[in-house]
């Protein structure tokens, strides 16, 4: 027998009785309002409108409330600070006189003979070399390879010291008188 | 007699109102359903009341290409499939509990509460027991009960065979061709 194709058929004795069974559960008239789902809050519609305006409100106090106290990152703190000191610099604003912290900026942190190269007059330039020690004991001058530039050292206090001018007069002084 | 399964009416996805409309049109008869299945009023009433939980959460994402109330026979047919596996494990645990007292008496109210067709069907597999409801009693074709039930043909139709030939023993009922039979392969179950 092909089970596709089952039999259909019912003794009568047992459809009436089943008939007459299930007949026999008779509910009250179904009220929507008695049911259980009636009174089920969690998946109605307006709960989850009223929950998904309660999230969004938050997230919209958080964003409001961050903008306004700014962020508690350190390092992004440290960037736009420093941003805003390049600005300065670039328009030509002078720094702030002396600030009440110790704690020392980017610029001061900075090597200090880059600062005054630039700004230097050429009489300070001058006056420079001798009043610091550091061109005349910096090995190039005594290796007597003349003024070429050096990249890789700090360029500006050493290239452009003094000393590594006299020195260079002197040493084509002494080939010339020894030449002759 | 039998109710048919209302396969014309519409009902809105996500309309309380035409929720609040489906669970009057069929409240009635997923509770025989479930009664045949579960085989006690009180569970059946308790199944179909957390089928329909169910069904109105879900609402908003039905089909509206499925017919809704076989999609809520079969919401609660797998709501009596649970009920049905917790109520085993509770038995056993109660065997285990009293394990060398006597057993219990049956409650009498419960006992003429119930017929004999009622506790054979309830003592079927629970989706065979919906199987044979549902095609005997509310008119579901074999096809039908295949797409409802998520098996094959095939296997509706064993379980519909092992059902009569279970409910015929245990009813002592005469064998097939010797009374009376009905076919209920009616134009409304094709």
């Known amino acids: 027998m092909d089970p596709t194709v089952p039999e259909d058929e019912l003794p009568d004795s047992l459809l009436t009785r089943l008939r007459a069974e299930l007949d026999a559960i008779q509910p009250a008239a179904p009220l929507p309002s008695q049911a259980r789902y009636a009174h089920e809050q969690v998946g109605s519609p307006g709960s989850r409108l009223r929950f998904a305006g309660g999230v969004a409100l938050g997230l919209t106090v958080a964003f409001v409330t961050g903008m306004a106290i700014g962020s508690a990152h350190p390092a992004l703190w440290q960037s736009q600070t420093g941003a805003f000191q390049r600005i300065r610099q670039v328009v030509g604003v002078p720094a702030p006189a002396e600030s009440p912290t110790p704690t020392p900026t980017n610029e001061e942190r900075k090597p200090p003979a880059s600062e005054p190269s630039p700004k230097a007059s050429p009489a300070a330039e001058r006056e420079s070399p001798e009043a610091s020690p550091r061109p005349t004991s910096s090995p190039e001058p005594e290796t007597g390879e003349g003024p070429s530039p050096e990249p890789t050292s700090s360029v500006e206090p050493t290239g452009s010291a003094g000393g590594d001018g006299l020195a260079g007069t002197e040493s084509i002084t002494s080939e010339s008188t020894g030449g002759d | ?190």
């Open chain 2, 1 to 190: 007699m039998t109710p048919q399964p209302a396969r014309t009416v519409e009902y809105e996805p996500g309309s309380a109102e035409a929720f609040d409309r489906l669970y009057r049109d069929t409240y009635p008869r997923l509770l025989r359903t479930v009664y045949a299945v579960v085989g006690d009023r009180a569970a059946a009433e308790d199944c179909v009341q957390e089928a329909f939980v169910k069904a109105y959460r879900a609402w908003p994402r039905f089909q509206p290409e499925r017919p809704a109330p076989a999609w809520l026979h079969q919401i609660a047919i797998n709501t009596a499939i649970s009920y049905r596996r917790k109520q085993r494990l509770r038995e056993v645990g109660e065997v285990l509990r009293r394990f060398g007292r006597p057993a219990p008496v049956e409650d009498p109210a419960d006992a003429a509460g119930r017929s004999d067709l009622v506790r054979a069907l309830a003592a079927q597999p629970p989706r065979a027991a919906a199987a044979f409801v549902l095609r005997h009693y509310h008119g579901y074709s074999n096809r039908e009960l295949a797409v409802l039930l998520g098996v094959s043909e095939r296997s509706v139709g064993t379980w519909l065979r092992n059902v009569r030939t279970d409910l015929r023993l245990r009813l002592d009922l005469p064998s097939r061709g010797a009374s009376g039979v009905h076919n209920l392969d009616g134009p409304d179950s094709a």
